[in-house]
């Protein structure tokens, strides 16, 4: 790994260099429709983006799994049904200043897009970008990156990583797409580094105080547990709209419907659905297996933290608090965790756990 | 060509099986898909109007009969309506075979009791197709097929056949009320005629699909009769949309339907989170 210095300057002109190339170049930029708020968007120039001011109310997901993708074309034609094929290749993009949770929450849904059967539109997405995150430092009390496990300087998923220093930023270049991209700057020097890693630990000590790690064992405890009283009462506020999932970086869970375009034309789509509707899981005969809110609930706590882990060794979850900041019925990630760990771990040395808050 | 592109297919053959429920018979229309096509007795595909969105069913034709899949279907939603609107010579889209598939291999050398019932003959139907084509390879096969009403049973065809063969048994049932002024078979619920259709467990293996209710009731009497919950076989259905293992909606608890299923065994329910 090498570790490069980029001035002001230079990024200006590595974004103007990117453009100009036509490459679709991502970063955080005040919302238009509140400019409070920051959102992913493409950009033109590097004073149109909001570095590290504040995180993202979307995540990177929407780049690599659109919220609608189109998967076919279809013509009704005298002799039959013609197809035309959706290309699985897609324009080069480069994501600048994401934070190191969303770029490592793409990695962690590659496993389920390339088990056994390869989602050849999310890899050729992923195969086209190269992603330059940004050192997190503007984390609040939402955020739990580091109990899952990553931290606001993992490298996990990110191509390079930045960080502030004096007049510009140090990057650790992470993998040879980040090498391509930043090989023509010049190495940082001991002083920078011991100036990152400063910067570094300090924003790794803020996110740390939210929740404790979660451990491994707490996998099983889900799974043990799936008939605990305790999922009956822990989404009495949730109102089952989904918003977490739309947030969520890690949620991948998508619908396919057609659509007419004209009565013999239209398309076939992959729309993102949610765990958390009703209909998600109704059978054609009106029998859903998930009935209730408190069971849709269990369903997305255990698929993150439990069913994920079972599969593919990891928790479907970076941390990055989105969905406590997204829902309107005030539902609490990070406290609920700690309400589950701390019951799992009463159960574990036979304490008593505190009162209930939930 | 991406994993949800559909293979496409003609409707060569429309059979009625009951005022809501069709058989559609359907062949490949690129030749060199037809020829390198493989599936075993259990798998189920993606079906799709288009316009209209994807269905699951399982293949209700057995592997052993080539050159053409069945699938049959109750209307019942927007895609199921959409089918029955098709005519022979149609096209419709087909992803498929997904899933794991029945023991057939391992049933080779023992007994098979075939227990169904409504539509949960299709599966059934699949793997009845496939042994009664290898039918020197088993030993004894019983089939116990039961419906609401005597319009309610499907395959008529084929159950008409199989109680003129003296190579297996047959026991049909309808629930009481269900019966015609004609009807010869048992009035009774499948547990019922289970009962007394099967005398021993011995080297059979048994295989099940129907309602959760004749499913759960069923259980039971075979486990009296001394069948062990490893050699008892179902299909399950949850509503899927990918069938890959990606778009995150049939699983129960950490299974997949669609990968680890849709065939499973009693012994391997019991162990399931109950939310099915």
């Not at chain 1, 949770?101 to 539109?121: F, N, Q, S, T």
């Not at chain 2, 690129?30 to 109007?49: N, R």
Request: glycine share 8%; proline share 6%.
């Amino acid at each position: 790994m090498t570790h490069r210095f980029l001035s002001h300057a230079s990024l200006t002109a590595l974004v103007a260099e990117l453009v100009a190339a036509k490459t679709r170049v991502i970063a955080p930029v005040r919302a238009q429709d509140d400019p409070e708020q920051v959102d992913y968007r493409p950009i033109q120039k590097l004073e149109d983006v909001a570095l590290g001011v504040r995180l993202t109310r979307g995540s990177l997901k929407e780049f690599f799994l659109p919220p609608t993708e189109v998967l076919l074309y279809y013509k009704q034609t005298k002799e039959g049904v013609d197809i035309r094929e959706v290309p699985t290749e897609a324009p080069p993009q480069v994501i600048l200043g994401s934070t190191p949770c969303d770029a490592a929450a793409l990695e962690v849904v590659d496993k389920v897009m390339g088990w056994d059967y390869r989602d050849e539109l999310w890899f050729g997405r992923r195969a086209a970008s190269t992603i330059v995150s940004l050192l997190c430092t503007a984390m609040d009390s939402t955020c739990f990156c580091t109990a899952t496990g990553l931290s606001p300087d993992s490298f996990r998923g990110s191509d390079a990583l930045l960080v502030p220093v004096e007049d510009g930023y140090l990057a650790h270049v992470i993998t040879p797409k980040g090498e391509a991209l930043l090989q023509k700057y010049a190495e940082a020097d001991e002083c920078m580094k011991a100036s990152a890693e400063v910067a570094q630990g300090e924003a790794r000590q803020k996110v740390e105080k939210n929740l404790a790690a979660i451990p491994p064992e707490f996998s099983a405890w889900l799974a043990a547990n799936f008939d605990n009283p305790i999922w009956k009462t822990i989404a009495l506020r949730c109102h089952g709209c989904g918003a977490c999932a739309g947030v969520c970086p890690t949620c991948h869970c998508f619908d396919i419907v057609d659509e007419h375009d004209t009565a013999d034309e239209g398309v076939r789509r992959r729309n993102w659905d949610s765990c958390q509707t009703s209909k998600f899981t109704l059978h054609a005969s009106g029998h859903n297996p998930r009935q209730s809110q408190s069971e849709r609930f269990r369903q997305r706590i255990q698929h993150k933290f439990s069913i994920y882990p079972s599969r593919f060794a990891e928790i479907l979850c970076t941390g990055c608090g989105r969905c406590t900041r997204a829902c309107p019925g005030g539902m609490d990630l990070p406290k609920l965790l700690d309400e589950l760990m701390t019951l799992a771990k009463s159960e574990a040395t036979g304490s008593e756990p505190k009162g209930s808050s939930l | 060509m991406n994993i949800y592109q559909p293979h496409l297919m003609r409707i060569r053959e429309i059979t009625d099986e009951t005022v809501d429920t069709r058989t559609l018979k359907l062949e490949f229309q690129d030749s060199k898909v037809a020829e390198e096509f493989q599936f075993s007795a259990g798998q189920f595909g993606e079906y799709s109007v288009f316009g209209e969105g994807e269905s699951t069913f399982c293949i209700a034709s057995p592997p052993t009969r080539t050159g053409y899949i069945e699938c049959s279907f109750k209307a019942s939603g927007k895609v199921t309506l959409a089918l029955r609107r098709l005519a022979v010579g149609d096209t419709l889209g087909f992803r498929g075979p997904y899933g794991n598939h029945f023991p057939i291999e391992e049933m080779k050398g023992h007994s098979a009791v075939f227990i169904a019932g409504g539509i949960g003959l299709a599966p059934v139907r699949c793997a009845i197709l496939n042994v009664l084509d290898l039918r020197d390879q088993f030993k004894d096969v019983t089939i116990i097929y039961g419906a609401r009403t005597v319009g309610d049973l499907v395959y008529k065809r084929e159950l008409e056949e199989w109680a003129k063969r003296s190579d297996l048994k047959l026991c049909l049932a309808v629930d009481p009320g269900g019966e015609t002024p004609d009807w010869k078979g048992l009035v009774a619920r499948i547990p019922t005629a289970v009962e007394q259709a099967v005398s021993t467990a011995e080297d059979t293996f048994a295989v099940i699909c129907g309602p959760p209710i004749m499913i759960k009731f069923t259980l039971p009497v075979l486990t009296k009769l001394g069948f062990p919950g490893e050699r008892i076989y179902t299909t399950l259905e949850n509503r899927m949309k990918c069938g890959l293992g990606k778009c995150g909606r049939c699983n129960i608890g950490p299974t997949y339907v669609c990968k680890d299923g849709p065939v499973f065994t009693a012994a391997q329910i019991r162990e399931l989170p109950q939310e099915f």
